[in-house]
Structure formats: C-alpha cells, structure tokens
C-alpha cells in the first residue's frame, strides 16, 4: 500500500533542494555580515509559550497549532513560528546576562501550522529569520527592514516592496481598541464565528479576517493611524526617513497589522511587485517590534524586533524569474570497463575528490554506451573512461559530455589536465551564457 504524504507538507529534493540550500546559504551570508550569531532551538516546545508569546487571540494559536499531549502528560506543541522558542531559549539560557546588547540572533528551521494548504502555504514550512533583542530604539528597527530588503536583493529578488506601519504604543493601542469595539458592536452580529470571538479577545485580530462580507465590514473601520501619539508617529517617520537614506521606499499600508499578538509599534511586511504569478503567494516575509515579548515569558523587560522569512516563498518567487541554472552534477563520471578495473576506481575517484573535484563512478558492469548515457543524465560535465588498454597504457581518456570532444591523459599528469579542462569548461560555459543573453 502506497503511504502518501502528510497533507500540507513537501518533498524538496535534487536541483530544487540545490536551490533552497544556496537561498539559505545567502541569507546565513547576510546574517553574518551584519553580525547575527545563530541560534538553534527545539521543534517542540511547551503549548502555553505560544498561548503567552504569540497570543490567544491569534488565529494561530486559536486554530493552527499542531498540539498533543506527550506520555508524561504535558501539553506540547510543534513550534508554529520560531520568536517564542528564541526568547524562551534566551531566558532559560540566560543570554542576556553578561552580554553587550543588543543580542543579535539568526535562525532557520520548519514550522508547523495546520492551515489550509494553498499556492505558498504549507503545513510544514521553513522560516529564516533574524531577532534583535536590547535595542529600543528606531535604529534597530530600520536595520532589521533593511537586512531583509537587502537579503531578498543578494537572493536575485527584484521588484521587493515594503509596506510598514506602527501599531502605536500602549495608550494608541487601548484607545484604538475602544474605538474598534464601539465601530463592530453594531456589525458583529452578522460577522463570521471567528470574528465573534476577536471581538471578546482581542478586536485588531478582526481586521486579519480573510471573509469577504466581513471585509465589506472592515473597509470602514476605524483606521489605526488616526489614534496614533505623537511619538509613534516620530518614531514611524525615524523609521520611514532612515530606510529613505539606504535607497529603501518603505509605503505605509494602514491595514498591516500582522496576525501575533506579540508585536507592539513598528510592523512590516515584504511583497514582491510586477512579477507575474507572484501575487497570490502573500507576503515573503514580514516582521515588527515586540516591546514585552521577553518579560511575557520570564525574562528581563528588553525590547526587541525581527523579521521572518517563508523560505518556500522565496524559492517560488526566485523560480518564477530564475529559470533553470540549477542542474545539479559531478564534474567527473568516471566509467570502469570491468570489475577489477572498477574496483581499481575506488581510490581513483576518492583521489580526484581530494582535489576538490567532484565525481561519482559506475560500480557495475555495464555497456560503454549506457554508461555515458547515465552520465549525461546525472548532468556530469565530463567522462572518465578507464578500460583494460588504458591501464596497460597508464592513461585514460577523458570525453567532455558536452562538445563530445575526448583527450587522452597520461596518468602522471593527471591531476593538472583535469583541472585545467574544468577551467576551460567553465569559461566556454560563461560564453554561452553571454551569447545566450544576447
Ligand atoms: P509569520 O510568522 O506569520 O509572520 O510569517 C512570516 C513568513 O512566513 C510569511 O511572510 C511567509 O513567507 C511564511 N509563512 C507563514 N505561514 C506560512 C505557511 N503556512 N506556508 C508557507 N510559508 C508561510
């Protein structure tokens, strides 16, 4: 019986799983240059961090949270987003003792929400992101916006657009909280199940509603910036003026108000423009400041702020601009005529590979003519054929998979010709490249 996958969850394998390394990798690349150290938490966690953390009015803790209950009987939960678990770790770690702030963290692992699965979201999906906790100020803020469009950037993502906006401080808040009540009593009784519940909870959750009727509702509330102090609008302009300076147009979207609850004064989202079969997908990423986060889960009052980033996003995004480039081969296929010769290749490839070359080799008896054909399937740039005259000769004969060319190499000088036939390789394959532009 054929067992399927989990609904919701994905394979990512061969050249696809090429290109989720190397996104990954550059975003590591960026994380360090900006002097983010890594960090590394469980997938499981204790279910109340994320009722406390992310929020009991959040769709994801009301709704999506893959919870069981382990043999010991406690309450545990596959981590839904990777901010709680960060600031757990750094409390029970106590990493905030003894260090110069703000600490600077990155991170990057799968989450799990029981969503429904749609073009870009996942049961099981991996997040990349950075934290910045001990820094309350709108510098840290407009550093972390930064990071992320400059990210997207380095992974070859064009057309990026931010959107931000301030979720104000406390008294903002509570007025605007007030203000929403008094607008929704009088719609809630035709509003969605979901919307009823906001409504006792928490009334911002209302304007994350994804019901079209309940948007028809929504349009005309009241509108956060009008309940805004002084200060968060300052500090929002900081924001906005230091973004300008590094060449980032940050548009203020008064309906962004991300869906945890943990996130206090400045919020954003990153969306790509004018990509066609982008737009369904929603945000690549998306972040803001959370002023009580560490407090909420027992630690010190240290603000902070972060971004996350939906790696399947980005490689959907990235595929639908970066066609092909991703075949995945060794440099060398090294092709053995008979046993004893294909044993004697053994030590041969684990030679080459020493040079930092890559190769696989054939490891039955096959024909010629279906081993080269296995080697141009598994994209290999080059053949190595060894047979029995080869070794009476000391050389083998290397045929570029290619242009179909072959040369013969005396074994002596082996290492160099395989190099520099890589070098030429390489070169004709930027020229193709070039003329392919053209
Ligand atoms: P959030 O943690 O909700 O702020 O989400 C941050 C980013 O994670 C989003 O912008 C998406 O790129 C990604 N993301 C969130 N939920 C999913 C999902 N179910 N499937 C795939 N990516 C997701």
Redo the contacts with the bound molecule.
Sequence with gaps: MEILPVKGTHDIYEADAAVYSDLENRLIYMALLHNYKEIRTPIIEHTNLFVRGVGESSDIVNKEMYTFDDKGGRSITLRP?LTAGIMRSIVSNKLYANADLPLRYFYLGPCF?Y?RPQA???RQ?N?FGIEAIGAPNYLQDAEVISFGYHALFILGIDNVKVYINSLGDEASRARYREALKEYFAKHIDKMCGDCKRRFEVNPLRILDCKVDEDQEIIKDAPKLKDYLSNESKLYLNNVISLLKEVGIEAVIDDNLV???DYYTGVVFEYHVDKVEGADNV?????GGHYAHLLKEVGGPDLEGVGL???I??LVYVHSLTHKGGYELGPDFFVIGMNQEIIDKNFSLADMIRSKGIAVEANYEVKSLKSLLKTAVKKHAKFAIIVGEEEIEKKRLVVKNLRSQEQTTVELENFEATLESLLNEYEQESAKLALEGLK
């Design positions: 987003e929400r969503e870009g979201r996942y999906f997040q991300r869906g945890l929603g945000a690549l990423g998306g996350a980033f939906g399947e996003r």
